[in-house]
């Protein structure tokens, strides 16, 4: 019984610092498991994603831990060491052990640290409230639901792959599993019956793999940010359709060319067949338009505002409907649809649902009005100074 009571306070406490990263403006990720060829190793409580500059990107791991006897210290070794493992730039620990040395050693070797006493000022603002957001157990619930209804475990499945990757493989590698989740999701959602909790569902996770998508994406484009535009989607082209490593892709196909001319009756001209379909294969990929949109979305910060945007909506208490999306996120969710071969206009038709109250970064609330237009809510004014999310302490600032 406290051993439960102990881990749904861990759960709300995690909730709570996603909050406050979601309202500072990261794209930000709970409960990703880390996997190495299929077996699971360990959870990674938060990952956060910052895109601070054209050149700048940042990822950092957090692990977080509400409990009487956090164990501070092992956590701290023990995240950063995993930072390390899976090259992310950054680690942090959320406890509540209040031990100024421990802040002091956080601080030593680069590691953000979250203490009780921070803890206890998000747990009492307001403004971290009423966000009308799933809690993560929520939403995974939705999904559980749908899926032993079918007596399965495809879709659950299928996300934790997507989020595996993005501990990892953040980059090409992780955008190509966010597109074949996306397509799995999207299919499901516009083959199920219309307005059913296996449509919504499954437009939940449509959102999500494209907002992983978007944000692996982003991070994709700095490698190439400073290059010719044409020289850019080119590279994105070839991460499309090859992945993190293009180079390696094609050295196994020439390889793969060269055993069969060694050792196969006419090997010469198998080996040409198999180049040939190979090409052709690649060739039916349209990576080129999606290429073109992600580079001209990368070029200022929108890839990472629609990111944001489409988690947002993914978890949002009352889901919005395709059409009810903002113009850039609509358009980005089209060619992500158009990529994967399917219908705008079935997947709009899945479930009707607008926005009925909404955040911004910076966390002003806004009323929709019958049009679709978005305007600050009255109700709201002369509350901006309550709700601000409070400061973690001047140690804390910009250690993303």
Not at 6 to 27: C, D, I, M, N, Q
Not at 290 to 296: D, F, H, N
Not at 305 to 329: G, Q
Request: some cysteine.
């Amino acid at each position: 019984m406290m051993a439960t009571a102990s881990g749904a306070k861990g759960l709300k406490t995690e909730e709570l610092v996603r909050a406050y990263f979601l309202r500072a403006g990261f794209f930000v990720m709970r409960g990703i498991k880390l996997r190495h060829d299929g077996v699971e190793l360990t959870d990674i409580d938060m990952w956060v994603y910052e895109r601070s500059a054209t050149l700048a990107r940042r990822r950092t791991i957090i692990d977080i831990k509400d409990k009487r006897t956090p164990q501070a210290a092992e956590r701290l070794f023990f995240v950063k060491g995993v930072a390390g493992v899976i090259s992310v730039e950054g680690a942090g620990v959320a406890t509540t052990d209040n031990r100024p040395m421990l802040r002091e050693l956080a601080r030593k070797h680069g590691v953000l640290w979250i203490d009780g006493a921070d803890l206890q000022r998000l747990k009492d603002s307001d403004a971290l409230s009423g966000l009308n957001r799933m809690t993560e157990e929520e939403f995974n619930g939705e999904i559980a639901d749908i899926d032993n209804a079918r007596n399965g475990r495809v879709l659950r499945d299928k996300i934790d792959e997507v989020k595996s990757a993005v501990a990892d493989r953040f980059g090409p590698s992780c955008a190509n599993t966010a597109l074949e989740g996306f397509q799995l999701f999207a299919r499901e959602a516009v083959n199920a019956h219309p307005a059913s909790a296996a449509a919504r569902g499954a437009g939940r996770l449509t959102y999500l793999a494209a907002a992983i998508a978007a944000a692996a994406f982003d991070f994709a484009s700095a490698d190439t940010a400073l290059r010719p535009s044409a020289e850019r989607v080119r590279h994105m082209t070839d991460a499309i359709r090859f992945g993190a490593n293009t180079e390696g892709a094609l050295a196994n196909l020439r390889w793969t060319e060269a055993a069969i001319r060694e050792y196969l009756p006419n090997g010469a001209g198998l080996a040409q067949v198999v180049r040939e379909k190979f090409t052709a294969e690649l060739n039916a990929v349209s990576a080129e338009g999606l290429a073109e949109i992600v580079i001209r979305l990368s070029n200022s910060e929108k890839l990472f505002s629609i990111a944001k945007s489409l988690e947002k909506v993914a978890y949002a208490s009352h889901l919005v409907s395709f059409d009810h999306l903002d113009a850039d996120t609509k358009g980005f969710l089209g060619a992500l649809l158009d990529f994967a071969d399917i219908s705008r206009p079935k997947f709009a038709e899945g479930w009707t649902g607008r926005p009925q109250a909404d955040t911004g970064v910076s966390g002003r609330f806004m009323e929709v009005k019958n049009d679709g237009r978005k305007v600050p809510d009255k109700s709201e004014e002369g509350s901006d100074k309550r709700k601000t999310p409070p400061a973690l302490g001047k140690n804390q600032r910009r250690l993303l």
